[in-house]
């Protein structure tokens, strides 16, 4: 499975990447929650393990912006916290399962695979932003129900372009999501794509849905 840690504990996190890693799972570790909701936003995993307890951006926000965000993604929610109200209130930002510190790997890596067996008849995701639909299953995009073919980079840029619609996606995000890096110089071959995708959303239409904000990226107009 490729899955995402999100624990700002440094013992805690590379213990799990270890063993997780070693069960023949790829397993990426991200620190706090920011950087933990800019991997679930730009990249398809499996499966997630949310620490609730991170500093700056709560465990609770990470959780509630990836669902608002339409992602399914199974999360299993890890804290030290134990009652019952902290358990309810983390299913209710759309947990699907919740283990409370210390645990064994153990029953952490059984609970993974049940609620990936559980997640894995969920019907296909679709993807909505103004005139765009985009159907992560088919991989078909249309603007105003008329379908638009697109390269396999085209789509995924208009991927995160849609989840992060009506926010700015940086160039450095764009890299990570198209080819796995955090590089981010001074080529034009993102503009270029960009320019692309463009030329084949606006057909026909006054204007671009995809809006360049200088010196920082690009935005998705959410209506």
């Known amino acids: ?44 995993f499996d499966a997630i393990i949310l620490d609730l307890m991170l500093p700056g951006m709560p465990g609770l926000d990470v959780l509630r912006n990836i669902r608002s965000q339409g992602i399914q993604t199974p999360v299993i929610a890890l804290t030290a916290l134990g009652s019952v109200d902290d358990r309810v209130n983390g299913l209710k930002a759309g947990a699907d399962d919740y283990v409370v510190k210390p645990f064994a790997l153990v029953e952490l890596t059984a609970r993974l695979e049940a609620v990936c067996r559980r ?61 796995e890096t955090d590089w981010e110089g001074a080529t034009n071959v993102i503009e270029v794509h960009i320019n692309r995708l463009r030329g084949k959303l606006d057909k026909g239409y006054e204007g671009s849905v995809i809006q360049t904000v200088r010196g920082r990226g690009y935005a998705l107009r959410a209506t």
Do not use: N
């Not at 700002?8 to 991200?30: F, N, V």
């Not at 700015?168 to 890299?175: A, C, E, G, K």
């Open 119 to 179: 997640t894995v008849s969920r019907p296909p995701m679709v993807m909505q932003a103004g005139p765009l639909s985009l159907d992560l299953a088919t991989r078909r995009v249309a603007r105003d129900g008329r379908e638009i073919d697109l390269t396999p980079t085209e789509f995924s840029l208009l991927e995160i372009l849609m989840r992060y619609a009506g926010h700015i996606v940086t160039r450095r995000m764009l890299s990570e999501h198209l080819w």
């Open 1 to 44: 499975m490729q899955l995402l840690v999100i624990e700002d504990d440094p013992l805690i996190g590379k213990t799990l990447r270890q063993g997780l890693s070693e069960s023949g799972h790829a397993c990426m570790w991200a620190k706090d929650g920011q950087r933990g909701l800019e991997l679930a936003s730009s990249q398809q």
